[in-house]
């Protein structure tokens, strides 16, 4: 995709802001001390951003590889740069993690690493696995959108809706399909031997 002018001056400009407020920020933590309040708050930032962005990456190669399923993908994007952003208010309100909303940023964690899991199982589809790695892929993607849901409940009711027990059995369910997969590829065995493996 070709830019153009305008397009390539706004960049610029981007790109210099960008440069101007990491040397403010940089300039503020030399001056804060050794345990200062803003490096406490870019430090954070920093693992936020190292986060979302390899759960929004995970939805981008989604909608890039699969486009039938391409939706996904952006609903995977849109939840991690919420979940990023609901990060960036607590982290940077006047009292640090005490401001903010910490339950919309559960809500979107949850929804952006569950997206993001997903994405990385549909991305990876290929059009030659067997029905037993078929049947593993959705039983592990509905075991992450029951354990979305569980867990939303649970931020929703404060730990009093779902309990431990129940998620742990989900999880466990989850674990397996997602390491069953590559397992049975890497034996290299036709769809039907597979299969009877997994029976």
């Given at each position: 995709m070709s830019l153009t002018e305008r397009d390539r001056s706004l960049l610029q400009i981007l790109v210099a802001l960008l440069c101007v407020g990491a040397f403010v920020l940089a300039v503020l933590v030399m001056a804060s001390g050794r345990t200062g309040l803003t490096a406490t708050r870019v430090l954070g930032t920093a693992i936020g951003l190292a986060v979302f962005s390899l759960a929004g990456a995970t939805g981008v190669e989604l909608a890039r590889r699969r486009p039938d399923v391409a939706l996904l993908g952006y609903l995977t994007v849109l939840a991690a740069v919420a979940a990023f952003a609901a990060l960036l208010d607590m982290i940077w309100s006047y009292h640090v993690f005490e401001g903010g909303n910490p339950r919309l940023l559960g809500y979107t964690l949850l929804l952006a690493l569950g997206g993001s899991q997903c994405s990385l199982l549909l991305?990876?589809?290929?059009?030659?696995?067997?029905?037993?790695?078929?049947?593993?892929?959705?039983?592990?993607?509905?075991?992450?959108?029951?354990?979305v849901v569980m867990g939303i409940a649970e931020i929703a009711e404060q730990g009093e809706q779902v309990g431990v027990k129940p998620m742990a059995l989900v999880a466990l369910v989850y674990l397996l399909g997602t390491v069953l997969i590559p397992l049975l590829r890497l034996t290299g065995l036709p769809a039907q031997e597979q299969q009877n493996l997994t029976q």
């Open positions: 991305s990876h589809a290929r059009p030659d696995d067997g029905q037993a790695i078929r049947l593993l892929r959705a039983a592990a993607l509905l075991a992450i959108g029951a354990l």
